[in-house]
């Protein structure tokens, strides 16, 4: 089983930046992709970015584009997350997650195994 830990999230003021890491451990059949997820307070859980493993392609919600990169190590199985320009609506727990199969990348149901998550709060 695949075992996924999120590290660098924190409190930040509005305009800064931050870079969240998920590191993967434990055997896993394949992967295809990785990606983020966010889930604020009262709110549903929403794709953030997603990145495929061997080609390195990337995909943005149109909410963080321009902002948030996504970037991956595949000799260390670690996931990456920079954001910049970071605003009080980017609050929230952040996931990653992992997909053996390709899919419909904007849906959670596609990805099999998640991290505990990692809080990122911006002050105003």
């Known amino acids: 089983q695949v075992q996924l830990v999120e590290s660098g999230g924190g409190l930040v003021q509005a305009g800064g930046s931050l870079r969240l890491s998920c590191a993967a451990s434990g055997r896993t059949f394949s992967r295809y992709a990785m990606g983020w997820f966010r889930q604020a307070p009262g709110k549903e859980r929403e794709f953030v970015a997603a990145?495929?493993?061997?080609?390195?392609?990337?995909y943005y919600a149109d909410s963080v584009k321009g902002r948030f990169t996504i970037s991956r190590d595949n000799a260390e199985n670690t996931l990456y997350l920079q954001m910049n320009s970071l605003k009080p609506e980017d609050t929230a727990v952040y996931y990653c997650?992992?997909?053996?199969?390709?899919?419909?990348?904007?849906?959670?149901?596609?990805?099999?195994?998640w991290g505990q998550g990692t809080q990122v709060t911006v002050s105003s």
């Open positions: 997650a992992n997909s053996r199969y390709s899919g419909s990348y904007h849906s959670s149901q596609l990805y099999d195994y």
């Open positions: 990145i495929t493993w061997s080609g390195g392609n990337t």
